[in-house]
């Protein structure tokens, strides 16, 4: 928040809207059509709750919910409900954001994964009470921890990309913005 | 100004606090309308995917083409062998040539004399495949073609050999193909020298099972499958593979359809059951209008 121009702050969220819509892309991509048993830890979901500790700003609450929304209908899941869970996720974190920033980075990451399992078992008993369809439970358990391995990598990438760490942050006098 | 800022805040605050609350009603609402009205909500979907994923093409072209090439490349490596394999399955199917023009022959006679009347011959549409599911969860593609193609739901789609799936879900201009291989996905199949009938059910894999078979001793790996075309849904006799023994000995299918390589599909057009509106007119010559209106009445 500190020395965020309007511009920088417009590009940010730009830069992450992007960086959504290329993920889907990526998956949308009919590269072979054999079920080859592939799965992907959900990198966005990861982006989104990292930025949310490092900088709330660039990741408004509208911004989220409506790229979960748009690969919640592109990528065939159930509707609004990638959506709901992403949103849910990432407003707990920010409203608790004060003890994320002070936390050191692997509590930071536990904390990560705990919320990540609830998350993911809301969305189960969601599907469950609803009786709709839902994943295998091997398959829920291997993407859960391939996305809270993936997490060090999502959080190395994104302070690269979008400039953004907890340092910054906690320290009380302003800091000269680099420039 | 500390205390205005911070006013500002909490005020600015509590305003994305009621946002927060608002969209996430709206998107559990959203869900629900997915699960206790689901054509509609799969129609949304269909929509907009229509709007956004042709537009998509000029982008995926050259991922898609990229792959291809590193895949073609590859197969550069065994070019040899290829060449010796494919000269060796050629002459094998010039022998089955032979046969078949024989048997056609055969058949054409015998059907002359017993004066059977068989099904029109059914025509397909070509379109292209634009994206895949994007889940592996879900085994399914989009193709451009859609309502204005005339295209419904619950044709049958093919590659140039072997049954690919169903139509499920179509838009103006682009629908989704469910392929055997999503678990959502089950085809009553015969199978073919003994007869047997069975449901070919996918479950994620690149051989479907084959569930339901009445006499396990009649059937035995290799023998073929095709649709059966019960329930009125896909015409029958189209080649959907093989039977084949599973590792977990089940009965599952060896796919006919090449899905390595699925860029264009056939939809097949098909009408069970064409509904008849004007039963006086299905019969005999066209009436004279005066005799035509005594009949009507």
Redesign the interface.
Known sequence: MNGDTPLRIAGNRLLYFALGVFGIFVLLVPISMVPNGMIWPQVMLMVSMALVIRNPVYVPFWLIGFLFLISDILLAHPMGLGAFIALLACEFLRRNRPAFVEMLFFGEWFSIGLILLAAGLLSRFLLVVTFAETTPWWAFMVQLSLSILVYPLVVGAISVMFKVSKVQETISHPVRRPT | MATQNNDDVNFTGSL?RI??AI??V??????????IDNPR?ER??MA??DR??PN?EW??VP??KA?QMVKDFQSYDRIYSQNQELRRELQRMKAWREAALQLEQENARLLDLNKVKLNAKLSFISGK?????????????IINLGRLDGVIEGWAAMDGLGLVGRIAGVGDGSS?VL?V?D??SNIPVLIKPSNQRAILAGD???APTLLFIESFQQIKPGDRIVTSGDGGVFPADLLVGQVTLGTDSQFRAQLAAD??R?EFLRVIRYSPNAPINQPERLIGPVLPDTFASEVGE
């Open positions: 994305a946002g927060v969209f996430l709206v998107l559990l609402a959203l869900f629900l309308l997915w699960r909500a949304i979907r907009l995917i956004v994923v998509m982008a995926m991922v898609s792959s495949v634009l994206t895949d599911s994007g889940s592996h969860f879900r085994q399914s593609a989704r392929f291989t678990t959502t994620n894999s690149a899905f390595r699925l």
